[in-house]
């Protein structure tokens, strides 16, 4: 299968402070990225994408990088709040059958 | 809003029972899907469907089965449980091309 890895399964940033997801990707055919946040007790939610044909995609305090020669996509997070504390997956789409292979996920603590 | 519900979401089953874990979706999605999700492993892709009747084997379908006989339902079934089947399971809908919306999971023990 697929290997979507993060480099690090747990992260802690002081409240305000910007946060940095990384995630390594293996699959030079794969044409669609996405982060997912997942609170405790819940299912994972959709926060942005990135189509392999940018590098960079911004949303509401979210930043997706896109990296294409290492095969890295990173999440950044502006002014992280305690809302934010969760776990982050990168997912990594192959076109034939929609399929997504995911990352085993990163960890966030805001410290207030 | 899109819904993707799930018919539980916590289960305790006895080891060898049969156990059935729904999944709807009303996003008219084509694709349909079910994972497991267990700490430090990620979520592994059980069963797969494209389409009503259809399905297709993920990465780890030993001792799953699924049934697709509506566009919005995705059943899982577990034959004869056992305890290595204690998880959480994830449903998720999904337009081709597009992200996969999931359901709030199930969290079952068999015991």
């Known amino acids: 299968g697929e290997s979507v890895g993060l480099h690090l399964p747990t992260l802690s940033v002081q409240e305000g402070d910007n946060s940095i997801i990384n995630c390594a990707y293996s699959n030079s055919a794969s044409d669609y990225f996405i982060w997912y946040k997942q609170e405790s007790g819940k299912g994972p939610q959709f926060i942005i994408d990135i189509r392999s044909n940018m590098d960079k995609r911004q949303g509401q305090r979210v930043t997706v990088l896109l990296n294409k020669t290492v095969k890295h996509l990173s999440l950044q997070i502006a002014a992280t709040q305690p809302g934010d504390s969760a776990v982050y997956f990168c997912?990594?789409?192959?076109?034939?059958?929609?399929?997504?292979?995911f990352g085993t996920g990163t960890s966030l603590t805001v410290i207030p | 809003d899109v819904k993707v519900t799930q018919s539980s979401r916590y289960l305790v089953k006895r080891t060898g029972e049969k156990v059935f874990l729904e999944c709807v979706q009303d996003m008219d999605h084509e694709n349909m899907f079910w994972y497991r999700q267990d700490p430090g492993l990620g979520l592994r892709l059980i069963y797969f469907s494209y389409d009503v009747k259809m399905k297709e084997k993920g990465d780890i379908p030993e001792g799953y089965s699924v049934s697709r006989e509506k566009k919005e339902r995705f059943s899982l079934i577990l034959e004869s449980a056992s305890t290595n089947q204690t998880s959480m399971y994830l449903c998720a809908g999904a337009t081709s091309g597009d992200e996969q919306f999931f359901g709030p999971g199930t969290r079952l023990t068999v015991l």
């Open positions: 997912a990594e789409n192959i076109t034939v059958g929609n399929q997504f292979y």
